[in-house]
Every structure is written in C-alpha cells, then in structure tokens.
C-alpha cells in the first residue's frame, strides 16, 4: 500500500485549515463552477461526521435551508476549497450526529461548547 | 506496439487541473528487462520478450536459468513478448516506465480477472432474471429461463449461456488514460479500474 500512499501524498497540497470536529458550527467557503466561470460560494452548517482516512478524508456538513435538511460532503484535500472558518463549537457526546436528521426547530439545535478562563 | 509489465498495487482517487476527484488505479510499472530478441530472419517475425518480478534460482528450471543467463539478467517471474516493439533494442537491455509511456497517453491494460466461483446467469452473463417476485413465481427470480425450442431441434444450441465458473479470465482493457508517471517510484497511475486483484500482472500496452 506505499506505492498508493506515495501517489495521495504527491497529489495533495497540505493546507492550514483549524481543526474541528462533529458539532461544530463552520463556514466553508469554496468555488464551484457556474456558467464556465469558477466564483466563491459559502456554506455554513453543522458538521455532523468525519469519514475516511488519509489523502481521502472526508466530513459532511448540514445545514436547514428554507425548512429542508441540506447537507454537503467536503473532501477534506480537495483544492477547491478556499477557506473554513470555525465559528462555534458545539458540545455533543458522539462522532456521528445522525440523530439531528430527525430532529426540527430547537431541537435540532446543538449546545455550544463554552470555554472560560 | 510498445508496452511494459507491472504490478496492480490498488486503487485510490486523486485531484486533476480542474479540481475534478478521479478514480485512477496505481501499478508498479517496470523495470523490466529484454530476455529475448526475435527478428524476420531468426523467427519470421519482429518481437522483443520482456521479463519482470525476480524468482529464485532454485525455482527455476535449468532450461529457463540458461534463457535468462543468456541476457544476463536474474531469473525473472513473468515472461511477456510484444510484437514490433518500437525502437533499438538490445537483448540484456533495461526497459523502464519512461522509455514507453508519457503522461496523458492512451493505453490498454490487460490482466487476470478475479475469480468468482460458480455464477449464475444474471452475474455471468448480465440476464435481467425474472423481474416479478410474486404472480406466482416461486424461488426463481434469477432463473436463465427458456433455453429453446422443444421437439424441433430437440436439443440445446452450441453457446447457449449457462451458469458457470465466472472470472479468472484474461481481460483486456481499452483506452485507459495515463494520469501519472512517478519514474524515480517505478509508479504509474491510470485513470479508472484494471482488472484482476491486488499483486497480480497487468501488461500494459500503448
């Protein structure tokens, strides 16, 4: 399996994105292509679970968009991401959050994880 | 026609120019050595014979030690010959990824199917099997179905597809696009799947 660790690593442009992990509230913005021009979008949601190992990793995203459930897989190594912002973090007690998938309204809201000094 | 042999190392995905994720299956590709230079005049016909995968020395017959000795080269596993190889060639001579291939060629990959017992109709030969789970069909949703006629011609055609062994079969693929050449690695990535299982021969043709 070298030989297929050694093609990932070549591959792949290591990034400085901050960690976070599932429960956390991010922004992830990122370029899709639209009419044959590349531009930025946003998405902001929960992360609800990491997936993979290594060069493939990956983590989904889910928001509520206009009262539908939407959710988004990111590959973690993938270029076209430009930037993740953390802008909260969220106190859960699993890795995998398919639970929020059945929740609406308040209750599918998660706790932010508050640090004091 | 140009080639090279190698090893089907596994499958992974990586990103092209345009961001794009894409399956692509790495191969230890090469080195490989000429064990055997056929000519119009010697054989009647233009070929070169292409070793690859070193084997031991007591494992080899002393027929085949004598045929590798003559190109001064370790006893080799796989033994492959390509028709009109492209080029000078000597016997002895090393050939490695970069004397064939170039990134973004087009290439057939050719390899041992994995094997996969006895099959049905359905997996073997793509039958759509009966298609209604009730209206009273009892236990035979994969069932092949009518095989003929009756008392004319009272027997079953020659290549009438039947269940059977499946797989382990020599498989050639056709344009498979060369993704990546890492030639200091030995290592070549093709876009898309190859057959056969992890370790086994691919020979690679251009």
Known sequence: ???????????????????????????IVYNI????????????????????????????????????????????????????????????????????????????????????? | MNGILGRKVGMTSIYDESGKNVACTVIEAGPCVITQVKTQSSD?????????????????TKPLQGHFAKANSVPKRHVV???????????GDEILIEDVLLEGDIVNVVGTSKGKGFQGVVKRHGFAGVGDATHGQHNRQRAPGSLGASSYPSKVIKGMRMAGRTGGDRVK??????????????????????????????????
């Open chain 1, 1 to 27: 399996m070298d030989a297929v660790k050694f093609v990932q690593e070549q591959n792949i442009t290591k990034k400085d994105f901050p960690e976070f992990q599932a429960g956390d509230n991010v922004e």
């Open chain 2, 44 to 60: 009647g016909y233009n070929a070169i014979q292409l070793g690859f995968g070193d084997k031991k020395e007591k494992n080899t």
């Open chain 2, 173 to 206: 693929l056709k344009n498979l696009r060369v993704l990546k050449i890492h030639a200091e690695q030995n290592i070549l990535v093709v876009k898309g799947a190859v057959p056969g299982h992890k370790g086994s021969l691919v020979i690679i043709e251009k």
């Open chain 2, 81 to 91: 010959e390509f028709r009109d190889f492209s080029g000078e060639k000597e016997l």
């Open chain 1, 33 to 117: 292509v639209e009419g044959g021009k590349e531009r930025p979008q946003a998405f902001r949601g929960d992360v609800i679970k990491w997936s993979g190992e290594g060069a493939t990793k990956t983590f989904t995203v889910r928001k509520i968009s206009h009262g539908v459930g939407v959710e988004r897989i990111f590959p973690i190594n993938t270029p076209n991401i430009i930037e993740i912002k953390v802008l909260k973090r969220g106190k859960v007690r699993r890795s995998k959050l398919y639970y929020l998938r059945a929740l609406v309204g308040k209750r599918a809201k998660i706790k932010e994880k508050r640090t004091y000094k």
